[in-house]
């Protein structure tokens, strides 16, 4: 059974501080990595996508891929309130392209 | 078009009713996939096509469920006498590769 780990949070943080959310995976044969973002009552909303090890930038989010740790992580600089929903962090297990998901960790940003 | 749609929004049936639900992915994408999201934040993998073909049915309840991507119709989830554990919200992705991009969904409750 593949799994994908978030801690469920809530996270709390204070606007413009940087907000951490990490996803640990069980499956050694997973090649893509995505985060969604999700607010309440919407669907999921993909905001980065990752394939190598290291870290990805886009804007004010930055992935960051650890393959031998099985770990995937993604970085929010600059909180806004806005900001505020379910993190999402799926896998792609290969050549079948199903995302497992992980239960999505809660972050709210404190004006 | 731009945007994967989903109809209908919403879709309520009483138990042991039937249930049909709707896809467009997005114009140009090849690959579809189902999800259903159960307990506000568990994503369940059902069925994915390649064109108007099933490329993995790993996650469909088969002796309900069945689904369907014919060429110039929207791609359809079906459900044969809907339980009340079916309650819950389906999403349809579409993908050209990788990254997958979601509907809005339909939320459907068994009765």
């Known amino acids: 059974q593949k799994e994908v780990e978030q801690n469920s949070g809530p996270l709390s943080v204070p606007e413009g501080a940087i907000a951490s959310l990490n996803c640990t995976y069980s499956d050694r044969g997973s090649q893509s990595f995505f985060w969604y973002r999700q607010y309440s009552g919407k669907s999921p909303e993909l905001i980065m996508f990752?394939?190598?090890?290291g870290d990805k930038e886009d804007g004010r989010f930055t992935a960051q891929l650890n393959k031998a740790s099985q770990y995937v992580s993604l970085l929010i600089r600059d909180s806004q309130p806005s900001d505020s929903a379910t993190y999402l962090c799926?896998?792609?297990?290969?050549?079948?392209?199903?995302?497992?998901f992980g239960k999505g960790t809660l972050l709210t940003v404190n004006p | 078009g731009e945007e994967v749609a989903q109809t209908p929004k919403h879709l309520v049936r009483g138990e042991g009713q039937k249930a049909k639900l709707y896809c467009a992915p997005i114009?140009?994408?090849?690959?579809v996939f189902w999800y259903q999201q159960v307990l506000k934040n568990e994503f369940k993998f059902l069925i994915s096509?390649?064109?108007?073909?099933?490329?993995?049915e790993t996650g469909m309840p088969k002796e309900r469920f069945s689904a369907k991507c014919l060429p110039n119709s929207p791609c359809s989830l079906e459900i044969q006498a809907t339980k009340l554990e079916d309650s819950a919200v389906y999403f349809c992705?579409?993908?050209?590769?990788?990254?997958?991009?979601f509907g809005p969904g339909t939320r459907l409750t068994v009765t």
């Open positions: 799926a896998v792609d297990g290969g050549s079948n392209y199903k995302l497992t």
């Open positions: 096509f390649q064109n108007e073909n099933v490329f993995d």
């Open positions: 992705a579409s993908s050209l590769v990788g990254e997958q991009y």
């Open positions: 114009k140009g994408h090849s690959y």
């Open positions: 990752i394939y190598s090890n």
